[in-house]
């Protein structure tokens, strides 16, 4: 691709950075970001900004409700967003529901739900993976019956990220066990409210709450609120895992990374000078930045490859995969390796309130601990990185 400046790229990022500058409320710049997504409240708010601005839904095409940016002016975007430190969107629904309702949803459930995504008034959490059900989804065993106009559901999920804050789970199902499995799987979007459906929280090993088990007891959930046809969910599954491929090296998260980490390196000391003054570490964040910035140039090529249709995107999306989880370990190992004696302290989580004395480096510092600990599954959820280099070895062969 060409990676000579655009200056219609320079002026669409000055502009998106004077929105952001003029609009982001000051109680909100900043503020910790939970290893998905923001606070609900802090979430909502950003969205019906962003919605007031047309800007609410960044990803989608514009005869879908979206902004209609190109793959790399949503790079930018998300970039600016990072840098400003705006709150996050809801990833769930604009990233992965909501292509899949452009493309499959009736004109019903497109009414039904699209308004509510782009004004932040539902936010969604995924319903796949299923305990012994992890790489191997198509093993799933949630079933859902049909009883007229409703299908009767009864499974359990698990690590359903942030179902004790959502209104609505998108839902996969099993419909059918008499076909081949990949065929008898169903698409559901089921309210959270519905009678029968349990959560109980994961607190994982960065002693956090953002993972839960979801339950399903006799849940009736309307014909209706099926996306497709029966037996469709499986093809659905895959368009909304191979959609944005240029997205899956997280850049953005690895931004926000490395600007903690330099602001930490200011503040923690040693001896008598800042800890970025040292020369062994200074190296060390020298080499990270240069592995960033080469990630963000492959980036921008998957992004290249996206907007000609190209097959090598797939393949290209999977090595991004695992480079980003790799880099998210080693910069998060890193963040903690700069705190000294105090990556040993406790940290509150980025959602929680910290009584009493407050805790060393407690504005730099809070959650790195944390976010160390939730980043060893990134190399484990959205595709082991096993399964993906087995992508990436099958589709080079096949190009």
Same mark, same amino acid.
């Given at each position: 691709?060409?990676?000579?400046?655009?200056?219609?790229?320079?002026?669409?990022?000055?502009?998106?950075?004077?929105?952001?500058?003029?609009?982001?409320?000051?109680?909100?710049?900043?503020?910790?970001?939970?290893?998905?997504?923001?606070?609900?409240?802090?979430?909502?708010?950003?969205?019906?900004?962003?919605?007031?601005?047309?800007?609410?839904?960044?990803?989608?095409?514009?005869?879908?409700?979206?902004?209609?940016?190109?793959?790399?002016?949503?790079?930018?975007?998300?970039?600016?967003?990072?840098?400003?430190?705006?709150?996050?969107?809801?990833?769930?629904?604009?990233?992965?529901?909501?292509?899949?309702?452009?493309?499959?949803?009736?004109?019903?459930?497109?009414?039904?739900?699209?308004?509510?995504?782009?004004?932040?008034?539902?936010?969604?959490?995924?319903?796949?993976?299923?305990?012994?059900?992890?790489?191997?989804?198509?093993?799933?065993?949630?079933?859902?019956?049909?009883?007229?106009?409703?299908?009767?559901?009864?499974?359990?999920?698990?690590?359903?990220?942030?179902?004790?804050?959502?209104?609505?789970?998108?839902?996969?199902?099993?419909?059918?066990?008499?076909?081949?499995?990949?065929?008898? %799987? #169903?698409?559901?979007? /089921?309210?959270?409210?519905?009678?029968?459906?349990? @959560?109980?929280?994961?607190?994982?090993? &960065?002693? *956090?709450?953002?993972?839960?088990?979801?339950?399903?007891?006799?849940?009736?959930?309307?014909?209706?609120?099926?996306?497709?046809?029966?037996?469709?969910?499986?093809?659905?599954?895959?368009?909304?895992?191979?959609?944005?491929?240029?997205?899956?090296?997280?850049?953005?998260?690895?931004?926000?990374?490395?600007?903690?980490?330099?602001?930490?390196?200011?503040?923690?000391?040693?001896?008598?000078?800042?800890?970025?003054?040292?020369?062994?570490?200074?190296?060390?964040?020298?080499?990270?930045?240069?592995?960033?910035?080469?990630?963000?140039?492959?980036?921008?090529?998957?992004?290249?490859?996206?907007?000609?249709?190209?097959?090598?995107?797939?393949?290209?999306?999977?090595?991004?995969?695992?480079?980003?989880?790799?880099?998210?370990?080693? %910069? #998060?190992?890193?963040? /903690?390796?700069?705190?000294?004696?105090?990556?040993? @302290?406790?940290?509150?989580?980025?959602? &929680?309130? *910290?009584?009493?004395?407050?805790?060393?480096?407690?504005?730099?510092?809070?959650?790195?601990?944390?976010?160390?600990?939730?980043?060893?599954?990134?190399?484990?959820?959205?595709?082991?990185?096993?399964?993906?280099?087995?992508?990436?070895?099958?589709?080079?062969?096949?190009?």
């Amino acid at each position: 691709m060409d990676f000579q400046p655009d200056a219609g790229l320079d002026v669409f990022r000055a502009e998106v950075r004077a929105f952001v500058r003029e609009n982001l409320p000051a109680d909100l710049a900043g503020k910790p970001v939970g290893s998905v997504r923001s606070m609900r409240a802090d979430l909502v708010r950003w969205q019906k900004i962003l919605n007031a601005k047309g800007w609410a839904a960044p990803y989608w095409a514009n005869q879908d409700g979206g902004t209609g940016w190109s793959v790399l002016q949503r790079l930018i975007f998300d970039e600016e967003c990072v840098a400003a430190g705006t709150p996050t969107q809801d990833g769930f629904a604009h990233k992965l529901l909501g292509p899949v309702l452009n493309a499959f949803a009736s004109d019903e459930q497109k009414a039904a739900h699209i308004p509510h995504i782009l004004n932040g008034d539902r936010l969604w959490c995924q319903g796949f993976s299923e305990p012994g059900s992890g790489s191997d989804l198509a093993s799933l065993r949630t079933r859902a019956e049909r009883d007229g106009d409703f299908y009767v559901v009864n499974g359990q999920k698990i690590w359903t990220s942030y179902a004790h804050e959502s209104d609505w789970i998108f839902l996969l199902v099993r419909t059918d066990a008499e076909v081949k499995k990949q065929a008898g %799987i #169903s698409f559901l979007l /089921v309210d959270m409210k519905t009678p029968g459906i349990t @959560v109980r929280p994961i607190r994982s090993i &960065d002693d *956090c709450h953002h993972l839960n088990e979801t339950f399903f007891d006799n849940v009736r959930v309307p014909v209706a609120n099926r996306v497709g046809s029966e037996g469709d969910g499986w093809t659905i599954t895959k368009f909304l895992l191979n959609n944005e491929h240029a997205s899956a090296a997280e850049l953005p998260l690895l931004r926000r990374y490395l600007i903690q980490l330099r602001k930490l390196a200011t503040a923690q000391r040693a001896g008598r000078e800042p800890l970025i003054a040292r020369p062994e570490f200074a190296l060390r964040l020298a080499r990270l930045e240069a592995e960033v910035t080469a990630v963000a140039m492959m980036v921008k090529r998957v992004a290249a490859l996206e907007q000609d249709h190209s097959a090598e995107a797939h393949a290209l999306g999977s090595i991004l995969k695992v480079r980003g989880t790799e880099l998210q370990q080693r %910069i #998060s190992e890193f963040m /903690v390796e700069a705190l000294g004696d105090h990556g040993a @302290v406790a940290y509150p989580e980025p959602h &929680d309130t *910290c009584d009493g004395d407050a805790l060393p480096f407690q504005d730099v510092g809070r959650g790195i601990a944390n976010e160390m600990f939730f980043r060893r599954a990134s190399t484990i959820y959205g595709g082991t990185s096993e399964v993906q280099r087995g992508i990436i070895a099958k589709m080079l062969f096949q190009l």
